[in-house]
């Protein structure tokens, strides 16, 4: 990602073949957590939340924010002590769209 390289102040093909593993591994990691909490989403919204369990939705929120709290720290860490701007406006709306939905399902 081009922030990537404002945040190191180095371009992608000047880093070692090992410091470009070690990137792409925290990439795949960063990305098999949404495809999980993607996944832990689905189902909690597919069967208990459709059965009306009532701590389905306690269940999904926390979920998610247990995923995109720290992925918001994180990236605004970045923004904060880096010249790059890394994309924290993602993490802030989704970070909110639980809190909403939470609020929303509660009797």
Not at 13 to 23: F, I, R
Not at 44 to 63: C, F, M, N, Q, T
């Amino acid at each position: 990602m081009p922030y990537h390289s404002a945040a190191i102040g180095v371009e992608w093909a000047v880093l070692s073949s090992e410091t470009q593993v070690l990137y792409l591994a925290l990439l795949r990691v960063a990305g098999g957590g949404w495809i999980g909490i993607g996944v832990a989403m689905m189902i909690l919204l597919w069967i208990p939340y459709r059965r009306k369990e009532g701590w389905a939705s306690g269940a999904i929120a926390a979920v998610g924010l247990i995923f995109y709290l720290p992925t918001l720290y994180a990236t605004v860490l970045v923004t904060v002590n880096t010249p790059a701007t890394a994309p924290w406006y993602g993490n802030v709306a989704a970070v909110a769209s639980l809190l909403i939905g939470f609020a929303l399902t509660r009797k």
